[in-house]
């Protein structure tokens, strides 16, 4: 029989607000980074876009861990919150790589319009 304890349940809290964290400042970034685009600022949507990468960066390293625990057998009760978290992670990414296509997309027509 496998035994929680709260230490256990407190670190996959702080990993699941991680996740949610990460992955909604990734999508902000991204937005922020079209917004950028839009206005022909193609410097800061660069830098947005490297910002979201970072947070998803740092939010994959939260999921990863909690993959490995999984991986070696300490097995955590799935709860709602988790997988409102797993939910953000991938729309935040689905997002991000939108944005990197809308930013190109912006700098093509951008190109167009100089000639």
């Not at 990734?26 to 937005?31: G, I, L, N, T, V």
């Not at 797993?86 to 296509?101: P, S, V």
């Amino acid at each position: 029989m496998e035994v929680h304890t709260m230490a256990d349940e407190n670190d996959n809290m702080e990993a699941v607000m991680g996740l949610i964290i990460n992955g909604g400042n990734a999508k902000s970034s991204s937005m922020e980074a079209i917004m950028a685009a839009k206005k022909g600022d193609f410097t800061t949507a660069d830098a947005k876009l490297k910002e979201a990468d970072n947070f998803l960066t740092d939010a994959h390293n939260a999921q990863t861990g909690m993959l490995t625990e999984e991986a070696k057998g300490n097995h955590v009760k799935v709860t709602l919150l988790m997988v409102h978290s797993q939910d953000h992670i991938m729309n935040a990414i689905t997002f991000r790589d939108l944005a990197g296509e809308i930013v190109d997309l912006y700098k093509q027509l951008d190109k167009k319009a100089d000639k």
